[in-house]
């Protein structure tokens, strides 16, 4: 089975989000991946050197510079033809890409793969992940979404990937790229962070989720994340959410802070290696999925907790 796997990247380095997919692919067979952007050839050199695989397809045009995925489903259909699996990283982009390819090409999209059972077998979860559901399909081409925290990264380095450049199938004129505002950080990207420290509405205003996250997140090496309920009231902006409408991570230590454990949010963050609970409420439910947890005053617990680091 040939598999084609999006590349998700910046313009000039491969996102982790692909090492994982990459991954995902080998199970089900050859790995060629599809580098789509312009002037990418940075990306598609990088790309090429990922242990595993064996093709790196190349776009190089204007028209898929900011991944419009009106343009770009239609150049992975029509690479389809040569393959018979697309997955795509359960990003922003490749769930807006993956569904529009399915579309193309005629097929049922199986979501946010766990696990691949068998070359027509997966599991993705089901009931904000409270149940795991084995999905077999009778489609002859697939099309994945991969939940990327599932399945360890390939190693970025190692592999001797042909590079071979492929025929744009150019603007669809269908939606056009007006701007993009992106939160600049020094601290790591929220999906591939090792450690996360994350507050909750608890905090009580925007002034006091900063005044006690930052600090503790930069002592840690952290990202900074929120739920739902901190990025509704204002506290944190979109970017830093973490659950089933926000960004699913699993790093080596998450650490709740006054963060109550609704379904929705333990959805987002119930893999992490080791959870860290700080919440003065001891019937908590994030103390159900809590390694660590520790009964108290936010308040005092973390600005000590900071010192002490």
């Given amino acids: ?46 790309a090429a050197k990922i ?4 093709k790196v397809h190349v776009a190089d045009d204007a028209a898929y510079a900011n991944a419009l995925a009106e343009n770009v489903a239609p ?39 766990l696990s691949v059972e068998g070359p027509d077998s997966f599991t993705r979860p089901i009931y904000a992940g409270n149940a795991i559901a084995t999905v077999k399909t009778s489609d002859k081409k697939l099309v994945l979404t991969v939940r990327t925290t599932a399945f360890e990264k390939a190693a970025a380095e190692g592999g001797s990937g042909a590079v071979e450049a492929v025929a744009a199938t150019g603007d669809a004129a269908k939606s056009r790229f007006v701007g993009a505002e992106k939160a600049e950080s020094a601290r790591p990207e929220l999906t591939s962070a090792k450690i996360i420290v994350s507050g909750g509405r608890a905090l009580g205003s925007e002034e006091q989720f900063h005044a006690l996250i930052d600090p503790l997140a930069d002592k840690l090496g952290a990202a900074v994340g929120a739920s739902r309920a901190a990025v509704d009231a204002g506290y ?41 609970a700080i919440n003065k409420d001891e019937d908590a439910p994030i103390f159900q999925v809590a390694d660590i947890g520790l009964v108290g005053d936010l308040f005092t617990v973390v600005p000590e907790l900071t010192e002490k680091v």
Avoid: C
């Fill in 51 to 54: 242990a595993g695989v064996g």
């Fill in 236 to 276: 944190a902006p979109n970017d830093y959410q973490v659950g089933q409408t926000g960004k699913i991570v699993a790093p080596e230590v998450y650490v709740a802070v006054g963060i109550s454990g609704a379904i929705q949010h333990l959805a987002g963050m119930k893999d992490s290696k080791v959870i860290v």
């Fill in 75 to 113: 150049l992975i259909a029509q690479l389809m033809g040569h393959h018979d699996a697309f997955l795509a990283p359960s990003t922003t982009t490749g769930k807006n890409i993956a569904p529009r390819v399915a579309a193309l090409i005629d097929v049922m999209q199986i979501s946010d793969i």
């Fill in 1 to 46: 089975m040939k598999t084609l796997v999006w590349v998700e990247h910046d313009g000039g380095s491969v996102k982790d989000a692909t090492l994982a997919t990459v991954t995902a692919a080998s199970k089900l067979g050859e790995v060629h991946l599809i580098v789509a952007g312009h002037g990418v050839d940075g990306v598609a050199q990088a």
